[in-house]
């Protein structure tokens, strides 16, 4: 299970920071942990991942405003997100991508937590 | 990055009605990393689909993906009322992993 938690609201040009903490399995595991957020004017758009390693990957569209860490002993992963903008404003879920080598999809997601970016 | 095209954006149907969705992706994507997802007003998604024509747990047999190269086909045979919702397919196959824009299945 994953459950997002983190300020609601960010001010321009802030930088957001969001918490998933993992319950029901272990963090340490094959697959990756995720981020993706919605909006009405991008609908669902892929920030990144970690593997078990550490090893961050995010999507070049976001590249250098974005990290994603991991926190083994809390059983935790965090997005930390910089030069928020009003475009920002979005759903934010974390999730976990399955990744067996074989397949390779989202199969759990957090219930979300919305980010809405303004003064 | 690889684009997903869902159609149609909008399919308005009635409960035991077939629904067929359709995907195409601007590249070729390997079955094993395309997925389907719906998400109902207020929820987050849930994975129906993986590997192109594989349920996932707990997903009735009503849900069958199929489909290859780069044309998905979801279809769900008899429309129950909970099947209302939106559609995404979604590749991992090509980073950055990318989600089409969904097909609104409504009554």
């Known amino acids: 299970r994953l459950q997002e938690s983190g300020p609601g609201l960010v001010k321009p040009s802030g930088t957001l920071s969001l918490t998933c903490a993992v319950s029901?399995?272990?963090?340490?595991?094959?697959?990756?942990w995720t981020w993706v957020r919605q909006s009405p004017e991008k609908g669902l758009d892929w920030i990144g991942e970690?593997?078990?390693?550490?090893?961050?990957t995010y999507n070049p569209s976001l590249s250098g405003r974005v990290t994603i860490s991991v926190d083994e002993d809390k059983k935790q992963f965090s997005l930390k997100m910089t030069s928020m903008a009003a475009a920002d404003t979005a759903v934010y879920y974390c999730?976990?991508?399955?990744?067996?080598?074989?397949?390779?999809?989202?199969?759990?997601w957090g219930q979300g937590i919305l980010v809405t970016v303004s003064s | 990055e690889i684009v997903l095209t869902q159609s149609p954006g909008t399919l308005s149907l009635s409960p035991g009605d077939r629904a067929t969705l359709y995907c195409r992706t601007s590249?070729?994507?390997?079955?094993?990393?395309l997925a389907w997802y719906q998400q109902k007003p207020g929820q987050s998604p849930r994975l129906l689909i993986y590997?192109?024509?594989n349920r996932a747990t707990g997903i009735p047999d009503r849900f069958s993906g199929s489909g290859s190269g780069t044309d998905f086909t979801l279809t769900i045979s008899r429309l129950e009322p909970e099947d209302f919702a939106m559609y995404y397919c979604?590749?991992?196959?090509?980073?950055?992993?990318?989600f089409g824009h969904g097909t609104k299945v409504e009554i």
């Open positions: 999730g976990r991508l399955y990744n067996s080598g074989w397949f390779r999809h989202f199969d759990s």
């Open positions: 029901g399995g272990a963090i340490r595991s094959i697959h990756r």
């Open positions: 970690i593997s078990q390693t550490g090893s961050a």
């Open positions: 590249e070729s994507v390997t079955t094993n990393y």
């Open positions: 590997g192109a024509s």
């Open positions: 979604q590749q991992s196959g090509n980073s950055p992993w990318t």
